[in-house]
């Protein structure tokens, strides 16, 4: 909404009572959600927002799925490169402005790919199947790394065989309605791509130079907010 120039105030509903309160009388059950007056849709597709605003232009063109694939591969990558530089004694320190350590946010950047895979495969994108916490065996990042490397060899795998002959105009099942697989690989590849450039703003106050950092070549052409953090 920022890069479109449409007013707005965002509102965070974490430890915000008033805000809470907003988003339960709207009776929407999960964030983000972009509300005029009393009707709302869930934020989770910029082109379902972009109609919910009236916007004409509903922005860049979605690249193409092998694109998209090829930018979510050197994301993961670089999540684990990153994870392998954080400190342990970290791994229960939360995010500014949200009750999320860690810990959760680099395994859920690895989740994201699963939850894609699942719809990929046939099955529903579902809010709790994003939301899987990181199972107790995951004792440091470079076990969550590891375990990321299962996720994207997966997705590699996926791509080479079934992923060739997908059909990405075809309507899949999310718990924010029905979205094509490419608008879903799309928001994939960005949203693992937002939380990557998280861990960099984390490595930066932690004064670790980050191994490879991510930039144009890795995100050019994918739908990205211009800030780290919600202002």
């Not at 924010?176 to 791509?193: F, K, N, V």
């Not at 932690?206 to 780290?228: F, H, K, M, R, S």
Request: without cysteine; proline residues 6%; charged residues 20%.
């Amino acid at each position: 909404m920022s890069a479109r120039a449409v007013d707005y105030q965002s509102i965070n509903v974490a430890g915000n009572p008033d805000g809470m309160a907003q988003l339960q009388a709207l009776g929407a059950r999960s964030v983000p959600v972009v509300a005029k007056g009393d009707d709302f849709i869930i934020g989770q597709s910029l082109r379902d927002v972009g109609a919910f605003l009236g916007l004409d232009d509903q922005g860049a063109s979605i690249l193409p799925p092998g694109e998209l694939v090829q930018r979510l591969d050197w994301v993961l990558a670089a999540a684990q490169r990153y994870l392998r530089q954080l400190p342990d004694s970290e791994m229960l320190a939360e995010l500014p402005g949200r009750p999320r350590s860690y810990r959760t946010l680099t395994y859920h950047i690895f989740q994201i790919t699963r939850g894609f895979l699942v719809v990929a495969r046939g099955g529903e994108l579902t809010h709790e199947l994003l939301g899987l916490e990181a199972g107790d065996h995951l004792l440091s990042f470079a076990d969550i790394a590891d375990d990321g490397e299962v996720a994207r060899q997966d997705l590699l795998a996926w791509w080479r065989g079934a992923g060739q002959e997908a059909d990405f105009a075809a309507p899949v099942p999310t718990y924010y309605g029905p979205q094509s697989l490419h608008d879903i690989l799309e928001r994939t590849a960005w949203h693992t791509a937002q939380h990557v450039r998280q861990m960099l703003f984390i490595l930066d106050g932690l004064n670790i130079t980050p191994d490879g950092p991510i930039g144009n070549q890795e995100l050019a052409g994918l739908p990205l907010p211009t800030e780290v953090w919600d202002g």
